[in-house]
């Protein structure tokens, strides 16, 4: 028997070409996706399921996809995932955990470097009528500046790469340091939480959203930076209060923030916010975002939609598929109750 394997995203067309060789494949040919019936029906009986940053799977719609057994993730963070149930019903869950890193980080500078000097605001003041230099809009340059950065993960550590260039005094946080050695390398030293606030000109956020970091920059710890800081935040949404960071926005306590992530899209989180926050949007000259482009990077893109169909094919040829980040196989009798 053939399998079918359901896309829940647009995907280039050799990976599509390179599935279709195990099965019927179904893809989402829009830009939007599909509604949560729409997904349900079609992959009522999909055998493997690839999806992207808007999907989110617990045990509600693992019950409505019986004959499936493998998720494909084409994503490095997986918090829209309901890994135990998956792993009660006998579903292996896959990521693509390192092809994101670089483009995640490039992207990372370019939105620190944007917000603090005004990039945004200059762009809008040359197409509306430009007529030679004026002594405005003059930002923050990262020379000289204190970084303080929070996780050093693999995210963590390519950011940090990134900034020796900039003759910045580099800090991060994490819950241990790294090795001297490390440190060295990577020109940064380790840094508990409060002194890093207190200190650093921009906090840039790596962390991976877990109970324990949700809205680690809220009310409390937003009011331990320094005034006139900037954060940034290209990891997850929801490590950020929205609505704390507007209100050290419009008090003065925040010089500015950027994002690329926002809260409503933490799909997971059934107390998500349904929109952003928009006071945040009002405020164009303090503010820098973009659409979760951490990955948008056309080669990039396309190695992760392969290294996702490689763990479908892992899994169809009888191999344990690749980036899995649980192990069903061990409790198959406990999913056979569920």
Known sequence: ???????????????????????????????EPWPQAELERLASDAHALM????????????????????LACALKGFDNFDIEACTLRGVWVTIVPDLLTVPTAELTIGLTIGLARHVMTGDSQVRSGF???????YGTGLAGSRVGVLGIGAIGKAILQRLAGFEVDASYWDKAPLSPEDERKLGARFSALEPLLRESNFVICALPLTPQTLHIMNETAIAQLKPGAFLINPARGSLVDESAVADALENGRLAGYAADVFEMEDWARE????????????????????????????????????????????????RSPRGAVNSPAQRVGEAETC
Not at 51 to 70: H, N, Q, V
Not at 131 to 137: F, I, V
Not at 277 to 301: I, K, N, Q, W
Request: glycine share 4%; charged share 25%.
């Open 51 to 70: 999806t992207f940053m808007p999907d989110s799977i617990g045990a509600a719609e693992l019950r409505a996809m019986p004959e499936l057994k493998l």
């Open 1 to 31: 028997m053939m399998a079918k394997i359901v896309v829940t995203n647009r995907i280039h067309a050799d990976v599509r070409e390179r599935l279709e060789a195990y099965g019927e494949v179904v893809v989402n040919a829009e830009p």
């Open 271 to 318: 107390d998500r916010p349904r929109q952003i926050e928009p006071r945040l949007l009002a405020m164009a000259d303090r503010t820098l975002f973009t659409p979760h482009l951490g990955s948008a990077v056309s080669s990039v893109r396309h190695a992760i939609e392969m290294e996702a169909a490689r763990s479908i094919i892992d899994f169809l040829e009888g």
């Open 131 to 137: 007529e030679g230099w004026r002594p405005t809009l």
